[in-house]
């Protein structure tokens, strides 16, 4: 069991690289964002909650995302074995306490936090360009201004914490999708030995 959380601001590439770390590494991926966007796609009445939060820039209140997230793992517990990427998650100090308790009582831990580092302007470009390509809700210029302040009050401190706890592997987010990867492999392999 080996667990990856993938770290970083909007539009950083979280859910690009998990791709690559699931190909490779054959990992168990959840992203907390595509479980919240199925949920709306659905209509259920977690989505209806969800999309309301989202479409605003903020995030799910945590008690109710931590259950969400737990509610995956239990379903999972054969890929769980197996080792997960956690992508999107966790998202405040609040959820980080949460997942190492999770973790704990399944006999695991965060192994690694990959931290992608893009500056704020290439950030806003990727997400606008991705609104027009995808039409997610979410990424137009009024919730991404939203969101980015979200991720530097509430999610970005965390990094101190995974960085005091040793995991922390910080990455240069820029530069082509292979040579992201290539480091990223490269902190993953080193905390494997
Ligand atoms: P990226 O582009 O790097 O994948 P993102 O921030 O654009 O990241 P998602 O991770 O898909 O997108 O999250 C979209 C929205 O879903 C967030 O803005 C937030 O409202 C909600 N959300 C996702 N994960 C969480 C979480 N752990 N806690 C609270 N809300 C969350
Ligand atoms: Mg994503």
Do not use: W
């Amino acid at each position: 069991m080996f667990n990856i959380v993938i770290f970083g601001a909007p539009g950083s590439g979280k859910g690009t690289q998990s791709e690559y770390l699931i190909n490779h590494y054959g990992l168990f991926h959840i992203s907390t964002g595509d479980v919240l966007r199925d949920h709306i796609k659905r209509g259920t009445e977690l989505g209806k909650i969800a999309s309301s939060y989202i479409n605003d820039g903020k995030l799910i209140p945590d008690e109710l995302m931590i259950c969400i997230l737990e509610n995956v793992l239990d379903e999972h517990p054969e890929e769980e074995k197996k080792g997960v990427i956690f992508d999107g998650f966790p998202r405040t100090t609040e959820q980080a306490k949460a997942l190492k308790e999770m973790l704990e009582r399944r006999g695991g831990k965060v192994d690694v936090v990959i931290g992608l580092d893009v500056p704020e302007a290439e950030l806003i470009d990727r997400l606008i360009k991705r609104g027009k390509e995808s039409g997610r809700s979410d990424d137009n210029m009024e919730t991404i201004k939203k969101r980015l302040e979200v991720y530097h009050n509430q999610t970005s401190p965390l990094r101190d914490h995974y960085v005091a706890e040793g995991v922390y592997a910080a990455i240069n987010g820029t530069g082509s999708i292979e040579s992201i990867f290539d480091s990223i492999k490269a902190a993953v392999d080193n905390c494997r030995k």
